[in-house]
């Protein structure tokens, strides 16, 4: 397998690394719990401004930060958040992330590029919900179809966080999915079985990023398995 695709033990490797976090997946459950309907399914729906509150919560849950409105201030957030939905709901593709299209991808990079300029703050200074909490936002909507990025991860891997940054981002994710799917297939294994619990392969494959890249341990993985982003293909 080409260095610019982390194989399958690099994955597990990763994943020991983030099974080794205490409570990695509790708020990501709270939520799925929150959103649950009375069949069981999960599922955001921010037309509900109960979903729009329970995913401030866990954005912020996540370190994004953003500023809870006081009674009787305005509420950017919630009205931003609903007006992008109305735009972008039923537009965001809803597939596993190896069977993105190319329209697909493009439809979720210009959301993408409009959800991270949302204004979520208001005051003497605006603030906008920015490129790393709008990547996560899109994974708790699309969990099965989009992988997120922190500002370490885009910078490193596309040099920029903007939405055309973001489409090479799951163009990249999608050609990592569909080699990690072979492999698996190959070796007999399954994904659930690759990390021990149960996320999505876009999830597992942002993992591996975030111990590679984001905690800085490329270096001390070694050339031949952490340093495969070193190589200059960079999506």
């Given at each position: 397998m080409s260095r610019s695709l982390p194989p399958l033990a690099e994955l597990r490797r990763a994943a020991e690394v983030f099974n080794g976090f205490a409570n990695a997946d509790t708020s990501w459950l709270r939520l799925l719990e929150a959103v649950s309907d009375q069949n069981g399914l999960s599922a955001i729906d921010l037309?509900?401004?109960?979903?729009?509150?329970i995913l401030l919560r866990w954005l912020n849950s996540w370190g994004c930060r953003i500023r809870y409105p006081r009674e009787g201030e305005p509420a950017p957030f919630d009205d931003g958040i609903r007006d992008w939905w109305?735009?972008?709901g039923a537009a965001l593709p809803d597939v596993e992330l190896v069977h993105l299209t190319d329209a697909g991808i493009d439809t979720a990079a210009k959301a993408y590029a409009d959800l991270s300029g949302v204004?979520?703050?208001?005051?003497?200074?605006?603030?906008?919900?920015?490129?790393t909490a709008a990547a996560k936002a899109?994974?708790?909507?699309?969990?099965?179809?989009?992988?997120?990025?922190?500002?370490?991860?885009?910078?490193?891997?596309?040099?920029?966080?903007?939405?055309?940054?973001?489409g090479r981002h799951l163009r990249l994710?999608?050609?990592?999915?569909?080699?990690?799917?072979?492999?698996?297939?190959?070796?007999?294994?399954?994904i659930s079985a690759l990390v021990g619990r149960p996320v999505s392969l876009a999830k597992i494959l942002d993992?591996?990023?975030y111990?590679?890249?984001?905690?800085g341990a490329a270096?001390?993985?070694?050339?031949?398995?952490g340093e495969w982003w070193k190589d200059g293909n960079r999506g």
């Open positions: 037309s509900q401004t109960a979903h729009r509150t109305e735009t972008w204004v979520v703050s208001a005051g003497r200074t605006k603030r906008t919900l920015g490129p899109l994974y708790a909507l699309r969990p099965n179809t989009i992988m997120p990025w922190d500002a370490a991860i885009a910078g490193t891997l596309h040099g920029a966080r903007d939405g055309a940054a973001f994710g999608r050609e990592w999915a569909a080699a990690t799917l072979a492999e698996a297939d190959s070796n007999g294994d399954g993992e591996y990023l111990v590679a890249i984001t905690m270096g001390d993985w070694g050339t031949d398995s």
